[in-house]
């Protein structure tokens, strides 16, 4: 009877593992951002401490801001971003926050980067993201070949990634 139970169990869990993958596998394949001509992950980081505060926490605050985007083929995007401020020198004010909104951008070239906080991209073509929201959450320009990017100044240090 023990062995009996036991088998039950094994084909109950077998039975709900394949339902969970086949409910779940179609819902991720009609993703409209699986379409993406690039994903781009990033965060920027100011860190410090009122004994040692870094130049950057005097010009926008000790915290950070990560989020992703999805650079659509149609010259739109999706943004998710968080940003979280620490009390400290320079003010800004404490807590997390997320913005969520639909963009748009453009693919530029320049021999330089067109902001002093964006990292070189090998090709010297840039994305830049030209929408109100986009200024409002202060997205600078990024690369846009795909790869691993790190950026630091002023004691700030920026990741990006840009993948196909």
Same mark, same amino acid.
Not at 70 to 95: E, K, W
């Given at each position: ?45 100011c860190n410090g401490s009122a004994a040692n ?35 400290g020198p320079g003010g800004g004010g404490a807590g997390a926050g ?11 070239? #320049?021999?330089?980067?067109?902001? !002093?906080?964006? +990292?070189?991209? $090998? ?5 830049? *993201?030209?929408? &109100?929201? #986009?200024?409002?959450?202060?997205? !600078?320009?990024? +690369?846009?070949? $795909? ?5 630091? *100044?002023?004691? &700030? ?6 993948? !196909?």
């Amino acid at each position: 009877m023990k062995r009996f139970k036991l088998m039950a169990s094994a084909v109950a869990a077998v039975a709900a593992t394949a339902a969970i993958f086949t409910v779940a596998a179609p819902a991720q394949a009609s993703s409209g951002y699986s379409h993406a001509q690039l994903q781009v992950t990033f965060s920027l980081n100011c860190n410090g401490s009122a004994a040692n505060p870094a130049p950057c926490s005097q010009i926008f605050g000790l915290g950070g801001l990560w989020g992703w985007i999805a650079v659509m083929p149609d010259g739109t995007t999706n943004v998710q971003a968080t940003d979280c401020g620490h009390s400290g020198p320079g003010g800004g004010g404490a807590g997390a926050g997320h913005i969520g909104f639909d963009g748009t951008w453009m693919e530029i070239s #320049s021999p330089l980067p067109p902001s !002093p906080i964006t +990292p070189v991209d $090998p090709n010297g073509k840039y994305l830049i *993201f030209n929408d &109100a929201t #986009s200024g409002a959450v202060g997205l !600078p320009p990024m +690369p846009a070949t $795909p790869g691993h990017y790190s950026i630091s *100044f002023m004691g &700030a240090k920026g990741q990006e990634t840009i993948a !196909p």
